[in-house]
């Protein structure tokens, strides 16, 4: 089993940055593709960036291309999304994910998810 917990977000103003982790627990953390999804209120959840269990290939949302990166330390169990230039309509709870599958950019691929971190994108 695998749990996951997110840390790091907070309210930030338009145009700043913060950075995600996802700790995570289990022996088996390396082989798992690492997911982030975001859904704010009212809207349906949404794909933001996938790593491979090796950090060697990264996807990410169209939207956020450019301003957002993931990396993994399997060292560290933990994951991370850096988010630059934030949008006020990129408000949402962010959740991490892990995934057994090779290749995961819809939530029902995604085994385990984490309760979700809050980020606030003040205008």
């Known amino acids: 089993q695998v749990q996951l917990v997110e840390s790091g977000g907070g309210l930030v103003q338009a145009g700043g940055s913060l950075r995600l982790s996802c700790a995570a627990s289990g022996r088996t953390f390396s082989m798992y593709t690492m997911g982030w999804f975001r859904q704010a209120p009212g809207k349906e959840r949404e794909f933001v960036a996938t790593i491979s269990w090796s950090g060697g290939s990264a996807v990410f949302a169209e939207s956020v291309k450019g301003r957002f990166t993931i990396s993994r330390d399997n060292t560290k169990n933990t994951n991370y999304l850096q988010m630059n230039s934030l949008k006020p309509e990129e408000t949402a709870v962010y959740y991490c994910?892990?995934?057994?599958?090779?290749?995961?950019?819809?939530?029902?691929?995604?085994?385990?998810w984490g309760q979700g971190t809050q980020v606030t994108v003040s205008s």
């Open positions: 994910a892990a995934s057994r599958a090779r290749i995961a950019t819809i939530g029902q691929s995604y085994d385990y």
